[in-house]
């Protein structure tokens, strides 16, 4: 960038001496005034290579996407859509819902950020998706590995952090619209956006809305715990769903200061699928379900997330002080037809306030306040900073499996990153965290029978108590970058840790969608994880390489550990699962190779193996839950020098061969390996004079039947949705350029 600007100095500077020169050489030859020859100077493109500057400025292995990516590779959710990057995973959730995968870690595990504070929703749940808009990001930001220095104790796998779109231009007016729709599930929407802003005021809005139906498999025929379940025309019962996003921002944008609220409500309603969910999955009326692809019928979720979120920003001579205040709700409400098992009465009683569809209700508020100073002081630039959350959990429902709790943590740290020349970077940082989570007292509301030695006594038994838990660590982190013209080397090692999530620590309930029964334990203590990173890159004019490896070792990994015993008081008869925790060591690697054949034809390579494994416990010698399977995609792009008014065009085909998984932990199943087929084709153009940017998808090309080991319905032999066709159009337009 430096170079570029020099460039452009120079030009300017030797067309102003030259124009100088031949005015004094007219004025030596008495004339009033001289016309300049125009000369015409060649097209100059400044490139934006800020993405790279910072992935080679900082020591963890970051990714960085921009709209583009997220445009060509549109999914049924934004998780769905990063999930073509080596080391990213997802848990499907049906056709329109998913949680990330970072190393074959999730959950509470990853750290998702939404306009600079920490996204939270039910993120403990395998069925809970993520609630972000994804037309909403106009970049996203990957860190593969701890970053719990930064972030706290939940970044203990990696962090993703959902950057929203930059302030428009001064003076500017103008908008976008955004058209999508899939063959697969019938999936129709749009997102459109809208902004303005005068000299430093500015204002943004952004409407979402999808309708998608019953999504398709290849199979006709399912089996449910061995329970064989006929499929309808090859749909998924009840796995319709639509979704609704209002996105409000305004703000101000100064030389100096810079301060922006962020207005979002999310909200989605979605089915289950009808034969997977509760204690008996012959308990489907197929008939009522089937007479439409479109209908939402019980079990079914309803999940709103309401966020609003302040950015300030002051910059003075070598300080910028940063600060993100946010409040959050989370809202979720799972419903299906009562039930009753173990103890509770056969007929829901009428004198309940409950409604009897209500199974299951989590309110989760939230406030967030983060504080950041960079200091730019020599070589050295420091960031210091604080970090501080409080939630409160509320719970309700007929069913049990998590308490009411509140929870507060804090953490500071400081960050420091030691520049000794343009092409050696060091980099240091301390933190020390506090958290504190307290749960309340849950009794059932229905009798049951215990006996005892002298007889059988009917009571409201008590399923969690009253506990008071508080976590503190201390975590570390050393690494450097080396880069020269060809090479670049980042290294990284450090601590880590993750305090206990209520689940964890209180669980007792029936999970109806593994049809198991779950138990936390209080006693646990807060994880700790060790890790080391390395990311070494070398790069030629035709091809480059790039090569991750990581290694992890926990000494006390908290897992969800199925026992041989089996609950009837509660769980009608349901495995017990026990939290538990036992050392872990994980390593693997991501490996990307790109070779451009020619000049507008190039081929890419993505590579990831993990390996994990638990050194002790009761599942001592077998891997971890979720542990996805070694994969290679290879990519051909094709991007043709068409005629004018087309630009950007490219045809690009992913071929994906993931091997299959042998290495489980029950009570997961063995996967096998399978091979996938997407292709994408996209193109520029002008339409009446206004732009139009066109993506074409063909998912599953093939229609291949494969099943996905980290998929959220793998226990129940479901294949991935079969061949879809998304297309998806963008048009920008501009009511009021800036000068």
């Not at 067309?15 to 001289?34: E, F, T």
């Not at 848990?91 to 950020?113: E, T």
């Not at 070589?379 to 409160?392: V, W």
Request: net charge positive; hydrophobic share 35%; charged share 20%.
């Amino acid at each position: 960038m430096k170079l570029i600007l020099y460039t452009v100095l120079v030009i300017c500077l030797a067309n102003a001496a030259y124009a100088q020169k031949i005015k004094q050489q007219a004025r030596s030859a008495g004339a009033d005034s001289v016309q300049l020859p125009v000369r015409q100077l060649l097209e100059v493109k400044v490139k934006d290579d800020r993405m790279q500057l910072k992935k080679q400025e900082v020591s963890l292995n970051v990714e960085l996407v921009n709209a583009e990516f997220i445009q060509r590779n549109l999914g049924g959710s934004l998780m769905k859509t990063l999930e073509r990057l080596p080391g990213i995973k997802t848990i499907g959730i049906g056709s329109g819902q998913s949680k990330p995968l970072i190393r074959g870690m999730g959950f509470n595990r990853v750290v998702v950020l939404d306009k600079g504070i920490k996204h939270e929703g039910q993120q403990w749940g395998t069925d809970h998706g993520l609630e972000i808009d994804q037309f909403a990001a106009e970049e996203v930001e990957l860190i593969k590995g701890a970053a719990s220095f930064i972030y706290g104790s939940d970044a203990i796998g990696g962090a993703i952090e959902v950057k929203p779109g930059q302030i428009p231009a001064p003076n500017s007016l103008g908008g976008s619209v955004d058209l999508i729709g899939k063959t697969n599930n019938k999936l129709y929407g749009s997102s459109v956006n809208l902004y303005g802003r005068t000299s430093n005021w500015f204002a943004s809005s952004r409407f979402t809305y999808q309708n998608y139906g019953d999504y398709k498999v290849p199979a006709d025929r399912v089996y449910v715990y061995d329970y064989a379940v006929q499929l309808y025309r090859n749909h998924l019962r009840n796995t319709a769903g639509r979704e609704n996003n209002i996105h409000l921002d305004a703000g101000y944008a100064g030389n100096k200061f810079r301060s922006v609220f962020y207005l979002s409500n999310t909200f989605s309603k979605s089915g289950f699928f009808a034969n997977a969910h509760g204690l008996e999955p012959r308990r489907v009326d197929a008939e009522l379900h089937d007479a439409s692809d479109r209908d939402i019928l019980m079990p079914s979720q309803k999940v709103n997330h309401f966020k609003l979120v302040n950015r300030s920003a002051y910059t003075w001579p070598n300080h910028k002080l940063e600060m993100e205040l946010g409040y959050q709700r989370n809202f979720r409400q799972e419903f299906s037809h009562y039930v009753n098992h173990g103890y509770m009465p056969p007929v829901y009683p009428q004198s309940m306030t409950i409604s009897p569809n209500l199974e299951r209700e989590f309110d989760k508020r939230v406030y967030t306040a983060n504080l950041r100073d960079h200091i730019s002081i020599g070589k050295h630039s420091i960031m210091a900073g604080l970090n501080t959350e409080h939630q409160d959990n509320g719970i309700d429902g007929w069913t049990f499996l998590v308490p009411s709790f509140k929870q507060t943590t804090a953490g500071v740290f400081v960050y420091d990153k030691l520049k000794l020349n343009e092409g050696l970077f060091l980099h240091g940082a301390v933190r020390y965290d506090y958290g504190r989570v307290r749960m309340f007292k849950y009794t059932d509301w229905f009798s049951s029978d215990i006996p005892n030695a002298s007889a059988t006594v009917s009571q409201k038994l008590v399923r969690a108590d009253d506990l008071d838990r508080s976590f503190n660590s201390f975590v570390w982190s050393l690494g450097l970058n080396y880069h020269t013209e060809k090479l670049a080397l980042k290294a990284n090692a450090g601590k880590s840790f993750r305090m206990p999530i209520a689940k964890e620590l209180s669980a007792n309930g029936v999970n109806y969608h593994y049809f198991s029964y779950e138990r936390g334990d209080p006693s646990l203590s807060a994880e700790q994880s060790y890790q080391a990173d390395i990311t070494l890159s070398w790069k030629q004019p035709k091809w480059s390489v790039q090569i991750s490896p990581f290694y992890n070792y926990f000494p006390n990994y908290i897992y969800l550990n199925p026992t041989a015993n089996h609950d009837y008081h509660y769980g009608a008869g349901n495995q017990i699962f026990q939290y538990a925790q036992s050392k872990v060591m994980r390593y693997g690697a991501e490996v990307v190779f790109k070779y451009a054949l020619l000049s507008n034809l190039t081929t890419e390579l993505l590579g990831e193996y993990l390996n994990a494994r638990q050194l002790s416990g009761d599942k001592k010698g077998y891997t971890l839950p979720f542990s996805p399977p070694a994969s290679v995609l290879v990519n051909l792009t094709y991007t043709p020098f068409l005629k004018e008014g087309l630009k950007d065009t490219y045809f690009s085909v992913d071929y994906r061969v993931t091997a299959g998984q042998n290495n489980i932990v029950p009570p997961e199943k063995k996967t096998p390996g399978y091979q996938v087929i997407n292709v994408q084709a996209g193109t520029k153009m002008s339409l009446y004079g206004r732009p139009l940017q066109i993506s074409l998808q063909a998912q599953n090309l093939l229609n291949a039947s494969y099943l996905n080991h980290t998929s959220f319905y793998r226990l129940i032999e479901l294949p991935e949705a079969g061949r879809n066709i998304v297309l998806s159009l963008k048009i920008p337009f501009s009511l009021k350029a800036n000068p």
